[in-house]
């Protein structure tokens, strides 16, 4: 069985640093093909991708968050990370982690992060 | 980057009906295109991949077609527990995109 969860710090001020953590079960990270993903949805707005890391470590970024965006994985704890830097209030969303199996199939609650000062 | 143009932004149907989702890919992304379900303070849950496969566990009133650069979701005899926001997805081309979103109700 598939599981993701996501953890994060709930709320953070303008220009920290946020660091999103992603446990995950029922797969791993070494596995030829597998992946990981961090997708965000504002409140009330569509899903925005961010960033994939894949089984040989290769990672990938949305250009729009321009340099802010960092991906890192655990193989031996089945963790993912997402680190972005510099928040503000437009980064205020629910942020879900998802396993890739050529498409994201399994996705985890999310969680919700508010940026405010 | 590949912009996904969905279709309508919102629709209520009543119980029993048929109906369907498009998006519009502003270019090629072969079959690399998912549609997903979600519910209210729920995450997404993945229905079709691959523009037509089935996910496991979905129900065949769900439906993928493609024809040219239209991707269409269409849900046979709807039922109450259909209603949520579907969003179309590729994952032809980085940087991956979505779909606006739809909501469907039902009347």
């Known amino acids: 069985q598939v599981t993701l969860k996501e953890s994060g710090p709930g709320i953070l001020q303008p220009s920290q640093t946020l660091s999103l953590t992603c446990t995950f079960s029922?797969?791993?990270?070494?596995?030829?093909?597998?992946?990981v993903g961090w997708i965000r949805q504002p409140s009330g707005k569509g899903l925005e991708w961010l960033a994939n890391i894949w089984w040989d470590d290769d990672k990938y970024y949305n250009p729009s968050l321009k340099n802010r965006l960092t991906i890192s994985k655990d193989t031996s704890n089945n963790q993912a990370f997402l680190k972005i830097t510099n928040v503000d209030t437009a980064d205020t969303a629910t942020y879900y982690c998802?396993?890739?199996?050529?498409?994201?199939?399994?996705w985890g609650q999310g969680v919700m992060v508010t940026v405010s000062s | 980057d590949i912009q996904m143009t969905q279709s309508p932004s919102s629709m209520s149907a009543s119980l029993g009906d048929t109906v369907t989702i498009t998006c519009l890919a502003s270019q090629d992304i072969g079959n690399y295109l998912s549609w997903y379900q979600q519910k209210p303070g729920k995450s997404p849950k993945l229905m079709i991949y691959g523009a037509t496969n089935l996910e496991d566990g979905v129900p065949s009133r769900f439906s993928g077609s493609r024809s040219g650069s239209d991707y269409s979701l269409t849900i046979n005899s709807l039922g109450y527990d259909d209603e949520g926001i579907y969003h179309c997805?590729?994952?032809?081309?980085?940087?991956?995109?979505f779909g606006s979103g739809t909501k469907l109700e039902i009347k």
């Open positions: 998802a396993r890739i199996d050529y498409r994201f199939d399994y």
């Open positions: 997805h590729q994952y032809y081309e980085y940087p991956l995109t």
């Open positions: 029922g797969f791993s990270l070494s596995t030829y093909g597998m992946g």
